[in-house]
């Protein structure tokens, strides 16, 4: 079955530096994966998905992930951090060709600091 | 607006008495789900449904139900709610292609006394 390993509780960064949310994945076969964004009192966003292709994807907000196939991680970047940044990032997978199932991890608390 | 509602936001009961909670999609999604949202535990799927009338277990179904009579509406019910069933629940939809992001409800606080 498949699953998501978000390694860290909290990261916290500087505004203006890049931040890092690490995601690894466990699925059998080729993964579709997600980033989601939830700010407090408020339902997930989803912020960008890798398919197929460019292992580097972007999506909204700025914000990046790169597709690590040997390493099977899928961290979620952004150059600069701005203090609206501040949220919880859920890293999700689903089986290619298997059930209809999106895995997510834990979520990490980003904190930008001013 | 494209959107999924739930109602309600905030919900306290007492151990045992039954409740519902609604959610309405408007965008035709074919695919619909709930999910339980707890400290450390992340997102739990209870319940997901393909289509109309077409209903399956997730993760963590045990004390709920749910229905699909209407493509639009996927109600959660809890027969007998107990306080392990306090937590914040999510209902999501989706186009129903397997890589189409899920769109989001804004969630229901359910405490269980």
């Known amino acids: 079955a498949q699953s998501v390993a978000q390694p860290e509780d909290q990261v916290n960064v500087a505004e203006g530096n890049p931040l890092t949310v690490k995601c690894t994945y466990s699925?059998?076969?080729?993964?579709?994966l997600f980033w989601y964004v939830q700010y407090p009192n408020r339902g997930l966003q989803f912020l960008l998905k890798y398919i197929t292709g460019d292992n580097l994807v972007k999506g909204s907000y700025g914000f990046e992930a790169e597709f690590n196939k040997s390493q099977t991680s899928f961290h979620l970047k952004k150059p600069s951090a701005l203090v609206s940044d501040s949220a919880l990032y859920f890293c999700?997978?689903?089986?290619?060709?298997?059930?209809?199932?999106?895995?997510f991890g834990k979520g990490n608390q980003v904190v930008v600091i001013p | 607006e494209a959107q999924v509602t739930q109602n309600p936001r905030y919900l306290i009961t007492v151990t045992g008495k039954k409740l519902t909670v609604t959610c309405s999609q408007n965008m035709n999604h074919e695919y619909m789900s709930w999910y339980r949202q707890d400290p450390g535990l992340g997102l739990r799927q209870i319940y997901y449904?393909?289509?109309?009338?077409?209903?399956d277990k997730g993760d963590v179904p045990e004390g709920y139900k749910v229905s699909r009579k209407e493509k639009r509406n996927f109600p959660l019910i809890l027969e007998s709610p107990s306080p392990n069933q306090t937590s914040l629940y999510f209902c999501a939809s989706s186009p129903g292609e397997p890589n189409s992001p899920l769109h989001f409800g804004n969630g229901t606080r359910l405490t269980v006394t």
């Open positions: 449904s393909m289509n109309v009338e077409v209903t």
């Open positions: 699925v059998s076969g080729n993964p579709y």
């Open positions: 999700a997978v689903k089986e290619r060709w298997g059930n209809n199932r999106l895995a």
